[in-house]
């Protein structure tokens, strides 16, 4: 796996490498500490899994650098590490294409439970983030809508009329275990404890159909 940590904090960065390294088997990792060494990496055509990216950056502003990365890499997931937490900072950088915020005081664990989520196609946001997802503008469906995934919809569908994780999986052609992360991530989001809150929450917020 090929991870892309743009961060300009040595020490940081040399704490996070430990961490990455349990996310799987060879990990690789290439370090920048500004958005235009990156973009840089990426226009020499590095292949990449997976791109960690610091708000706090030299030169441009970091949630305006999501949207160059995203540009360049549409399809690799990239993902905010951040010493703010701000709430505004965390659903301005989903909106603008990152697959999850993890604030640095996160642990270890979390980090890599986050990490895990979006490389399996979820999105990982901070739990003090998600209340405030509901209630932005006052648009509870478009909010938590663009908070999940094409496929964490179709999962939902499928777990909101009754069906087990295993005929979930039978049925989209997938493993069982990432459907339960899946339903993990959507429980997480929809800030409910189970699978018939979720289906509950997520036809009052206009998800599913009455």
């Known amino acids: 796996m090929k991870i892309l ?3 300009d904090h040595p020490l940081f960065c040399d704490g996070l490498k430990g961490v990455l390294t349990n996310l799987s088997g060879g ?7 500004s958005l235009e060494e990156a973009i840089e990496i990426i ?10 990216l610091d708000l706090n950056l030299p030169g441009i502003n970091g ?5 160059h990365i995203r540009h360049q890499l549409p399809a690799t997931p990239l993902v905010i ?26 642990s270890s664990d979390i980090i890599l439970s986050a990490l895990k ?10 739990l003090a983030a998600l209340d405030s997802v509901k209630t932005r503008s006052g648009n509870h469906s478009t909010s938590e809508q ?7 919809l179709t999962v939902l569908e499928l777990l909101a ?8 999986a039978n049925h989209l052609d997938m493993a069982e275990n990432t459907v339960r992360v899946h339903v993990s991530a959507i429980l997480r989001l929809l800030s409910v404890h189970n699978r018939t809150e979720a289906g509950v929450a997520a036809k009052r917020l206009g998800l599913l159909a009455e």
């Open 81 to 106: 590490i951040s010493a703010s937490e701000d709430r505004e900072n965390v659903l301005l950088a989903i909106e603008k294409g990152a697959k999850g915020y993890i604030p640095k005081s996160s």
């Open 146 to 152: 663009q908070l999940l995934t094409p496929r964490q």
């Open 43 to 52: 226009q020499n055509g590095e292949d990449l899994d997976l791109i960690l």
């Open 27 to 33: 990990v690789r990792i290439t370090l920048s500490g």
């Open 161 to 168: 009329v009754g069906h087990s994780n295993k005929a979930i």
């Open 5 to 7: 940590l743009i961060d």
């Open 117 to 126: 989520l979006v490389l399996s196609g979820g999105v990982y946001l901070p």
């Open 63 to 67: 949630l305006d650098g999501i949207q």
